[in-house]
């Protein structure tokens, strides 16, 4: 595994400390490193199961908007920040499977470091309530 | 490729007896390859000294900075190639995200700060803003990435007939740690330093010093051995010594840091100026 930049390594640092749920992805969407309160989001410890593929993300819970209807994966928080470079915040329901559904509010900006070069995602959430 | 340390000292420099063995000058460190070919790394106060080595022969100065702290740009204004009409000389470093070299430098070299304009000196002067990645200096191949230090801040990772040094004087990638275990992964600089025969790192502070200077942007030399270790680099030798610190109390630190060095298996070199080494 390749060091990654430095500024994914300060954000994953930063992250590491704070009590919002994160989820740090590289260029690729792949995350790459999540904080230990966002494993209610994700249902799994990244000291346990280490980064999750782009791929393997998708299966791990279900979202739609607030109304219920399915979401394009286009207009997901992470890949609008990650493939049209924008920062973008919204509210979604979420769920893990077999779990119950939770009201999150979502915010996602996108990780463009020195020199302009794109370097991944930032994903935060804030679940409202469960319902 | 021969290494030369002209300025080993961190953050301001250190005058009297008790800095004589390891030197008051801030960092700067001469790289000599190619014949006519000067490469600095840093315009520390060492800088100066280093300038009145450069003789009609050379025809090109190449100067790598690191970062723009004072603290390693501070004999620019001092250094004879700059003086020298029509001397081919390259300063390279860090733009930032909305500035580039130049007008990062001029904040330094204009008035009232200094009194001369970077656009008077009467050297040809090429600023570059360095590229991340790979380069070409003469016959040395550099690498360029950024590291953790307050503002942007590089290190360098420069080979020649497949020998490396890797240089990063300012620097701290023990910041987030609970405890400093590198990864290969998660750890800056460790791509720079990987496999270098030598490495010439941050060794600020002693372990008590670094628990109150957290996100200063140094090291204490306990990491620098660990990281020098993770990374397996042929030679350590330390640098960026506290202005505070005195010979027989770096010789302490370091006889220390030997005891470690035992297991570290890293052979440790005291950044002392004036010290030249073949990589
Ligand atoms: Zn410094
Ligand atoms: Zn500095």
Redesign the interface.
């Known amino acids: 595994?390749?060091?990654?930049?430095?500024?994914l390594?300060?954000l994953?640092?930063?992250a590491?400390?704070l009590a919002v749920p994160i989820w740090v992805a590289d260029a690729e969407g792949n995350l790459i490193y999540y904080n230990e309160p966002a494993e209610g989001v994700l249902g799994r410890r990244f000291d346990e199961a280490g980064e999750i593929s782009l791929a393997e993300v998708g299966g791990l819970f279900e979202i739609c908007d607030q109304d219920g209807n399915p979401m394009p994966p286009n207009e997901l928080p992470l890949a609008v920040a990650l493939f049209e470079g924008r920062p973008t915040h919204g509210k979604v329901k979420m769920r893990g499977f077999g779990k119950p559904w939770m009201r999150v509010d979502v915010t996602a900006f996108p990780v463009e470091?020195?020199?302009g070069?794109v370097l991944g995602a930032a994903v935060l959430f804030w679940e409202i309530a469960a319902s | 490729m021969n290494v030369k340390l002209w300025g080993t000292r961190g953050s301001v420099p250190s005058a009297g007896h008790d800095f004589v063995r390891y030197g008051g000058n801030t960092s700067c460190v001469e790289v000599q390859a190619q014949e006519g070919w000067v490469t600095v790394l840093d315009a520390g106060s060492g800088v100066r000294a280093l300038g009145e080595t450069v003789g009609p022969e050379i025809t090109r100065v190449d100067l790598l900075l690191s970062h723009l702290h004072m603290d390693h740009i501070q004999g620019l204004g001092f250094f004879a190639p700059l003086f020298t009409p029509d001397l081919d000389v390259h300063i390279w470093g860090?733009?930032?995200?909305t500035l580039d070299m130049r007008e990062r430098l001029a904040r330094y070299l204009s008035p009232p700060l200094f009194p001369v304009l970077l656009r008077d000196l009467p050297c040809k002067l090429t600023l570059h803003n360095t590229?991340?990645g790979n380069f070409e200096v003469g016959s040395l191949s550099v690498e360029a990435?950024?590291?953790?230090h307050p503002g942007?801040t590089l290190g360098y990772r420069i080979t020649e007939g497949g020998r490396t040094l890797a240089y990063m004087p300012d620097h701290e990638p023990a910041?987030?740690?609970r405890s400093f275990q590198p990864e290969?992964?998660?750890?800056?600089g460790?791509?720079l330093a990987e496999g270098a025969d030598v490495l010439i790192h941050d060794a600020q502070y002693t372990n008590d010093e670094y628990e109150g200077k957290i996100g200063w942007g140094h090291s204490a030399l306990s990491h620098t051995l660990i990281l020098a270790k993770a990374a397996a680099v042929g030679r350590l030798v330390t640098f960026h010594h506290d202005p505070a610190h005195t010979d027989a109390q770096l010789d302490q630190f370091h006889a220390d840091a030997e005891l470690e060095c035992g297991e570290i298996d890293v052979p440790l070199i005291p950044g002392q100026e004036g010290l030249t080494l073949k990589v």
């Open positions: 595994m390749a060091q990654q930049p430095l500024e390594i300060l994953r640092q930063l590491s400390y470091g020195q020199g070069r | 860090p733009a930032s995200t590229p991340l990435d950024l590291i953790c942007p910041l987030g740690f290969k992964e998660w750890t800056s460790f791509k």
